[in-house]
């Protein structure tokens, strides 16, 4: 039961965000800045951000050279552009909005292993510099000269640098944006999951994972910013989930020889060093059926590739102990372009982060905001 009290002030709101990780938080943020006096509810299904958000790899980037490559095989030269650059620009925004101490932002460089089936792409590194000409002050991708100081194994031919990719602490940007929420005045909720969505009159219907209760809510105005989750409250959306792992070893006890972060298999594998320690993730590739979950589970398949990985290519002859493993979930689907759009008359999405939600977050976040203001 509720009380008078309860019934009076929690459950109507102008507006009501479903997901706060980094796009549901921006997105609150950003209407609250808008409309001062709005009463804004964010309701998240775990205690901390259920889908990426926390769960990610702390990488700054925008695409590898073979990712890159890759996205015209389904997407035009103007979208890979437009989508590179989007991301990009996001990552520069929380850079500026947050500062680099506060996000523990890291200007190291992004890399990428490049084996002998890929070699082919570092020919193509000219003409992605051009097209990219436009977004960036000098040339993105350059090959690193001198690999066998790096200690990789023989199988990695060359390495190839983007110059404007970095690193950050996915925990301290989360927590700055709590910071914020909390002194806009915007209220967040956790351990609440919603079901259903009106999505025409802006009623809700949720569960109270603790109690097993549920309760319904009213905005005047709903954000869908749960991303892998969507399906369930926007089954037209076709959102599918990837289940993405993270590893991160034990202190290593011997010195890195390199810095930054670096991608393999056309961005599928990642890692870097972490408190002197490796971090390494993704390889959802390996099994894209399996991955295609929103079940918090480790699939033994990607997780025996990964410490293949570690230990015949990344540290060759080296045996890494391993200390802690999880698995986020995001949220893809034909093409890497987030969904932005109106679902009814008083809802509106943004979704389909790609795996991008640290540089895109933020930026779309005030687009759905500003969509959601419309008509108002």
């Known amino acids: 039961m509720l009380s008078y009290w309860e019934q009076k002030h929690f459950l109507n709101h102008d507006l009501v965000v479903v997901g ?13 800045r808008k409309h001062p006096k709005a009463k804004i509810l964010v309701l998240e299904r775990g205690v901390f951000p259920t889908g990426a958000s926390t769960k990610n790899a702390g990488f700054a ?22 989508l590179v650059q989007r991301r990009y620009k996001g990552l520069q925004k929380i850079r500026k909005e947050f500062g680099d101490k506060v ?37 993105v991708f350059s090959k690193v000269g001198k690999i066998g100081k790096l200690g990789f194994s023989d199988s990695v ?14 925990g301290k940007y989360l927590a700055a944006l709590w910071e914020l929420a909390g002194k806009t ?5 956790t351990g609440v999951e919603v079901l259903e969505i009106e999505k025409d009159t802006g009623k809700l219907l949720a569960m109270d994972k ?4 549920e309760f319904n809510f009213e905005g005047g105005r709903v954000a869908i910013c749960s991303n892998a989750f969507t399906k369930k409250i926007w089954p037209e959306s076709g959102i599918e989930p990837g289940r993405g792992l993270v590893m991160v070893s034990k202190p290593l006890g011997f010195k890195v020889p390199w810095k930054g972060c670096f991608h393999m298999d056309k961005g599928y594998v990642y890692f870097r060093s972490v408190d002197g320690r490796l971090l390494l993730g993704g390889a959802r590739n390996k099994d894209f059926e399996g991955e295609n979950t929103t079940e918090f589970s480790v699939n033994p398949k990607i997780q025996n590739h990964l410490k293949e990985m570690a230990s015949t290519v990344i540290f060759p002859g080296k045996e890494i ?12 689907g034909p093409t890497k372009t987030p969904i932005l759009q109106k679902v009814g008359e008083k809802t509106a999405a943004a979704v389909r982060l790609g795996g991008m939600g640290v540089a895109l977050g ?11 203001r419309k008509g108002n």
Request: with cysteine; proline share 3%.
């Open 20 to 32: 706060a990780g980094f796009v549901g938080l921006s997105t609150a943020i950003h209407f609250k």
């Open 61 to 82: 980037c925008f695409g590898s050279l073979t990712e890159i490559l890759d996205d015209f095989w389904t997407m035009t030269q103007d979208e890979v552009v437009e």
């Open 103 to 139: 996000l523990d932002y890291k200007t190291l460089g992004g890399f990428e292993l490049i084996d002998q089936e890929q070699l082919a792409a570092v020919e193509q590194i000219p003409e992605i510099n051009q097209i990219l000409k436009k977004t960036f002050k000098g040339p």
């Open 157 to 170: 031919q060359t390495v190839v640098k983007n110059a404007f990719e970095g690193e950050l602490d996915p």
């Open 185 to 189: 005045g915007v209220k967040i909720i």
């Open 210 to 213: 603790g109690l097993n209760r």
């Open 321 to 332: 102990e391993w200390e802690m493993e999880w698995t986020g979930i995001m949220g893809f």
């Open 362 to 372: 933020w930026q779309v976040g005030k687009e759905l905001s500003d969509l959601l």
